[in-house]
Nanobody, 125 residues
Framework: QLVESGGGMVQPGGSLKLSCAAS????????IGWFRQAPGKEREGVSS????????YYSASVQGRFTISRDDAKNTVYLQMNNLRPADTALYYC????????????????????WGPGTQVTVSS
């Protein structure tokens, strides 16, 4: 099971750090992706990291502002989000991914059905 946390409400330009913690299995065998769904919109891929941490992927909308990382000793993957914008407002989810690529994110969006509750990020002044 993957559990997301760390969301909250911040002003534009602010920062948040999301956590994706695994329970019941070791995360170090898995690539992990972050996804988000804004009200009235489809879920989209945001960022992902390979199982060994060597490869990362960022969508164009977050490139340069978000940083994904992993701490396998803590069985957790993080998403550091800086310079947040109102358009980043969404429910954020994590899920295992087959690779740190845009294509891998699409596969998960199409096929994954074990989404957790997510963590809400609200960016507003």
């Amino acid at each position: 099971q993957l559990v997301e946390s760390g969301g909250g409400m911040v002003q534009p330009g602010g920062s948040l750090k999301l956590s994706c913690a695994a329970s019941g299995f070791a995360l170090d065998h898995y690539g992990i992706g972050w996804f988000r769904q804004a009200p009235g919109k489809e879920r989209e891929g945001v960022s992902s990291i390979s199982y060994n941490g060597l490869f990362t992927y960022y969508s164009a909308s977050v490139q340069g502002r978000f940083t994904i990382s992993r701490d396998d000793a803590k069985n957790t993957v993080y998403l550091q989000m800086n310079n947040l914008r109102p358009a980043d407002t969404a429910l954020y989810y994590c899920a295992p991914v087959p690779g740190a690529t845009a294509q891998a994110m699409v596969v998960i969006l199409d096929e994954y059905d074990q989404w957790g509750p997510g963590t809400q990020v609200t960016v507003s002044s």
